[in-house]
Antibody
């Protein structure tokens, strides 16, 4: 079955950097777009970034544009999120999410989701 | 930017009751809206896509309806395991950006 396993979370000081990874299995990784979605403490879900199947197209939420970079290595079935110039407000659980297999445009929806990795930005 | 507004913020109901959750969009979405269930400590789960189609494995007690700017998620007969936060979600036109509603917390008494 499809599995998405995030890693790389931790505690970092404001202004620091962190790289998240997401190891994918159970599907043809090189054929699916991928996303990062986050949830700050006590808040709702916030989409962070997307990358298309071959990495040629990317987009970001305004809140992270210019600081975060999404990438992928299809030979390793792995998705990445490089997070630079981290702020306290970037503290959140970060989820790796695949575009769905559903509907006329599967890229509209998120399915499945990983279990998430915690990022804490604090001095 | 399209804003999704969910109501109510919190809902407290008993097992067997019917739950109706609302999601209102600031612009018309046709039927391009999804619903997710999120339980504490778990990964969110896709319930409904295209406003009314259940994802694979989702029980029939979950149903969605609506188009344009007004959408509802109905849980026909609540089970204790339905306690969760429910989010609606849409995708804007190119460049693709995605937004979620602020969530409705459903508590089963």
């Amino acid at each position: 079955q499809v599995q998405l396993v995030e890693s790389g979370g931790g505690v970092v000081q404001p202004g620091g950097s962190l790289r998240l990874s997401c190891s994918a299995s159970g599907f043809t990784f090189s054929r699916k777009g991928m996303h990062w979605v986050r949830q700050a403490p006590g808040k709702g879900l916030e989409w962070v970034a997307l990358i298309n199947f071959d990495g040629s197209d990317k987009n970001y939420a305004d809140s992270v544009k210019g600081r975060f970079t999404v990438s992928r290595d299809n030979s390793k079935n792995t998705l990445y999120l490089q997070m630079n110039i981290l702020r306290v407000e970037d503290t959140a659980v970060y989820y790796c999410v695949r575009e769905s297999d559903y509907g006329a445009n599967p890229r509209n929806w998120f399915d499945p989701w990983g279990q998430g990795t915690q990022v804490i930005v604090s001095s | 930017e399209i804003v999704l507004t969910q109501s109510p913020a919190t809902l407290s109901l008993s097992p067997g009751e019917r739950a109706t959750l609302s999601c209102r969009a600031s612009q018309g979405l046709y039927t391009h809206l999804a619903w997710y269930q999120h339980k504490p400590g778990q990964a969110p789960r896709l319930l409904i896509y295209e406003a009314s189609t259940r994802a694979t494995g989702i029980p029939a007690r979950f149903s969605g309806r609506g188009s344009g700017t007004d959408f509802t998620l109905t849980i026909s007969s609540l089970e204790p395991e339905d306690s969760a936060v429910y989010y609606c979600q849409q995708r804007s036109n190119w460049p693709y950006e995605y937004t979620f509603g602020q969530g409705t917390r459903l508590e089963i008494k």
